[in-house]
């Protein structure tokens, strides 16, 4: 079982930066790619980014590409999401994710294909 807890939400304005931090607990944490997704009122949850399990391949969502940067820390089991440049439509609900798959392979972007969810944190971008 893996426990998945997100911090670093907030509200700023556009142009800010904010990290996102997502703390996992259980065994095994490099075993797992990690994600990013975000819902937005009224909209469905996607992917915003995912790394793999040894953190040398990452994905983006063609929205935050050049903008955002996923990152990974093995030794304290916590995935990163820093946020630059921050748009008013970057305003949404994050989540992380966890999949039991060291790689990026066929299905990363779906919401079915990860086995754990964090509860989420909030992040508003004013204009």
């Known amino acids: 079982q893996v426990q998945l807890v997100e911090s670093g939400g907030g509200l700023v304005q556009a142009g800010d930066s904010l990290r996102l931090s997502c703390a996992a607990s259980g065994r095994n944490f490099n075993l797992y790619t990690m994600a990013w997704f975000r819902q937005a009122p009224g909209k469905e949850r996607d992917l915003v980014a995912a790394?793999?399990?040894?953190?040398?391949?990452?994905r983006y969502a063609d929205s935050v590409q050049g903008r955002f940067a996923i990152s990974r820390d093995n030794v304290k089991n916590t995935v990163f999401l820093q946020m630059n440049g921050l748009k008013p439509e970057d305003t949404a609900v994050y989540y992380c994710?966890?999949?039991?798959?060291?790689?990026?392979?066929?299905?990363?972007?779906?919401?079915?294909?990860?086995?754990?969810w964090g509860q989420g944190t909030q992040v508003t971008v004013s204009s």
């Open positions: 790394i793999d399990g040894p953190g040398r391949n990452a």
């Open positions: 994710a966890a999949r039991r798959d060291s790689g990026i392979h066929s299905g990363y972007l779906l919401l079915g294909e990860y086995d754990y």
